[in-house]
């Protein structure tokens, strides 16, 4: 099988889930006047900011987006970063998974800020993650920004645009999958684009990964600073001798992408030499075999999910859950970590189709039972149950199971009215 099917699968099951994502609000309301349409934005502005220690010069701005309307997740940790470089960051809590205004609301929140606190002309950074990444390359696709870093989430089929642009995922992270390219990739000398992965799962990545992003946007967006280019490379020889070589290589490939003139010569061949290391050829070769494999698991899990009964998934759950804790074979835990993140999407899609009314309202209880035993506390996990319990009229486990949700971090209020009568929702608020 080739990689790019691989991909194309997942842009396929990605593009289903982001119009029918997991906290969807209603969509905007939409009036005619003059044979246009006008999307009404609401009045309230809700966005939250950090202005940095010194504020008289801003240089520049990044708006950070999250998929469930939690900003401050990570601005909260990029204070000395905004410190360090004159950047000020601006928070969109109105942006979040499900909506269809989104550009409307990033440019009338940057408008007000800038206006507001009288920044003028700074650059442009756009941070987002999962669903809010992919509102953010939408974004940058048709408005002038000056960088790009999108979180667990891929390009699609844009492959380069022209400004850096800055690539994260875990390596278990189902996203990885949409973001990978080897060493025989030609974006390997793209040098405005990078993808930096570490160990982890589908989350915002450690800030010391966040750092890293924004040292590339922004040597990147200037004259190249060679210092930052040595760090990296430096970082490579490291990781090389601890045999993280996925690591070694893309550190390399960025201070490749950071070199001044002078160095960048040097740097290329040290990057293509590096690449042509035995140890480092096998590694990608291991790499993308079990990418192949992923592929065929992935066609495998879609095409049983409605005919396997319980007792089956347990068992698949079991091996997958064994593979993917596994110490030894790092390649194969994050393999089968992808696949557990595949599956959980896979489930969370047939449920949230189904309590629509346009899935199988009959194989709901089935899903539940394979979504409590992959995410037991996704908030998500417990508003389809409280669907459900409510469309069997089992008002009060209903109510139980919404609780449930909330104190979880579900915060979908336009969701929860969209399925439930005012009086029910009176009884949760109480």
Excluded at 121 to 147: C, H
Excluded at 336 to 362: E, F, P
Aim: aromatic residues 10%; hydrophobic residues 40%; glycine residues 4%.
């Amino acid at each position: 099988m080739n990689l790019n099917i691989v991909k194309v699968l997942i842009v396929l099951v990605l593009l289903s889930l982001l119009n029918s994502c997991g906290d969807s609000i209603k969509a905007p309301e939409i009036k005619e006047m003059n044979s246009t349409k006008i999307i009404e934005l609401p009045k309230k502005l809700s966005y939250s900011y950090y202005l940095p220690s010194d504020s008289t010069n801003i240089k520049a701005i990044i708006i950070i987006m999250d998929p469930h309307g939690k900003p401050n997740i990570v601005m909260d940790s990029m204070h000395h970063i905004a410190d360090n470089n004159q950047i000020a960051l601006l928070g969109l809590s109105e942006i979040k998974n499900g909506i269809s205004n989104h550009q409307l609301i990033i440019e009338r929140d940057l408008k007000d800020f800038t206006t507001e606190k009288n920044i003028i002309q700074p650059k442009i950074y756009l941070l987002g993650f999962s669903g809010a990444a992919r509102m953010a390359v939408l974004y940058a696709q048709r408005n002038r920004i000056d960088g790009l870093m999108i979180c667990g989430a891929g390009m699609r089929r844009q492959s380069q645009l022209p400004f850096p642009t800055v690539l994260m995922a875990g390596m278990g992270d189902f996203n990885f999958m949409e973001q990978f390219y080897g060493p025989n990739n030609p974006k390997i000398f793209q040098k405005s684009i990078i993808a930096l992965h570490y160990r982890g799962k589908h989350a915002w990545p450690p800030i010391e990964i966040m750092n890293e992003a924004i040292e590339f946007i922004l040597a990147r967006g200037t004259a190249s600073s060679d210092a930052i280019a040595q760090k990296f490379q430096n970082k490579s020889k490291e990781y090389l001798e601890q045999k993280e070589y996925y690591l070694s290589f893309k550190s390399m490939e960025v201070a490749y992408k950071l070199s001044s003139a002078e160095y960048q010569e040097t740097r290329k061949n040290d990057l293509i030499k590096l690449s042509n290391k035995y140890s480092i050829k096998t590694y990608f070769s291991r790499l993308e075999l079990y990418m192949e494999g992923e592929q065929k698991r992935y066609q495998m899990l879609n095409a049983s999910l409605d005919v396997q009964d319980l007792i089956w998934w347990n068992n698949q759950i079991n091996f997958m859950e064994n593979k993917s804790s596994g110490k030894r074979n790092l390649l194969e835990a994050d393999s089968y970590s992808r696949t557990m993140a595949y599956l959980g999407i896979l489930i969370y899609s047939r449920l949230n189709a189904g309590i629509a009314g346009r899935g199988q309202y009959a194989l709901i209880p089935k899903y539940l039972e394979i979504y409590q035993r992959i995410e037991p506390q996704n908030p998500d996990l417990y508003f389809f149950k409280a669907v459900y319990a409510y469309t069997q009229s089992q008002e009060a486990d209903a109510l139980n199971f919404l609780r449930k949700a909330k104190d979880l971090g579900f915060t979908d209020d336009d969701k929860i009215r969209t399925f439930f009568a005012q009086d029910f929702v009176n009884k949760l608020n109480s």
